[in-house]
């Protein structure tokens, strides 16, 4: 099955700067990478997504890459904020027959300074 | 984005009883539903994925007698904790599949956070 591995696991940053959080997965199969934010004690939220056959996308302050050959995935945000502070979750899914099962990556708590 | 809500959102009970948690998908139809189990500070792992008229599949180290799951419709499916022990307490949270606007995406229910005493 799928394998997805996430680094760092902590990471602290001053406001206004940048985060990087990278993942890495396995399954050659997989083509949708969607990345989540979870508050505490909260559900996940889709904060954005990239499919395999697209290497970047952005959305005002975050954005995602895509290596497919390397078999990597990074989240970026930009000019970061107090209200970023949270968990983040990459993820590696099969789209197909009807249905998305996601196998998740162990998680950033960001923690962002004012 | 979809709507997927989870019932109870936060139980209590005692050891021995049997907890059932409620996941629907309220304005699209889920072809597939997965569990997952959250411990604190750690990620979510998937513990069962169930299709809707079929007998849900396990993920390995999940034992299938203790954690009931029922997917009688498209908007519902149900997980429910079997003589719960301590161990069990945990945050469990479904997710939803199927199609909408013509992608497929996955939705979380807000969780459910059983604590068994």
């Known amino acids: 099955g799928e394998n997805v591995e996430q680094h760092p696991s902590t990471l602290s940053v001053q406001e206004g700067d940048s985060a990087v959080i990278k993942c890495t997965y396995s399954?050659?199969?997989?083509?949708?990478f969607p990345w989540y934010k979870q508050e505490l004690g909260k559900r996940p939220q889709l904060i954005i997504d990239?499919?395999?056959?697209?290497g970047e996308k952005k959305d005002q302050r975050i954005a995602v890459t895509l290596n497919k050959t390397a078999k990597h995935f990074s989240l970026h945000i930009t000019e970061t904020q107090p209200e970023d502070s949270a968990v983040y979750f990459c993820?590696?899914?099969?789209?197909?027959?009807?249905?998305?099962?996601?196998?998740f990556g162990i998680g950033t708590k960001l923690q962002v300074i004012p | 984005g979809a709507v997927v809500s989870q019932h109870p959102s936060w139980v209590i009970c005692k050891s021995g009883t049997s907890v059932k948690i409620e996941c629907r998908s309220l304005?699209?139809?889920?072809?597939?539903m997965f569990w997952y189990r959250q411990f604190p500070k750690q990620s979510l792992m998937l513990m069962a994925t169930?299709?809707?008229?079929?007998?849900?599949?396990?993920e390995q180290g999940v034992e299938k007698d203790k954690f009931l799951i029922n997917h009688a419709s498209l908007t519902l499916s149900t997980l429910t904790v079997t003589s719960a022990h301590p161990e069990d307490s945990s945050f469990y949270i479904c997710?939803?599949?199927?199609?909408?606007?013509?992608?497929?995406?996955?939705?979380f229910g807000q969780g459910t956070r059983l604590t068994v005493v």
């Open positions: 993820a590696a899914s099969v789209i197909g027959g009807g249905y998305q099962k996601v196998t």
């Open positions: 399954d050659s199969a997989s083509n949708y």
């Open positions: 990239i499919r395999s056959n697209v």
């Open positions: 169930s299709n809707e008229g079929s007998k849900a599949t396990y």
């Open positions: 997710s939803a599949s199927g199609q909408r606007t013509g992608r497929t995406e996955a939705f």
């Open positions: 304005d699209f139809q889920a072809t597939t």
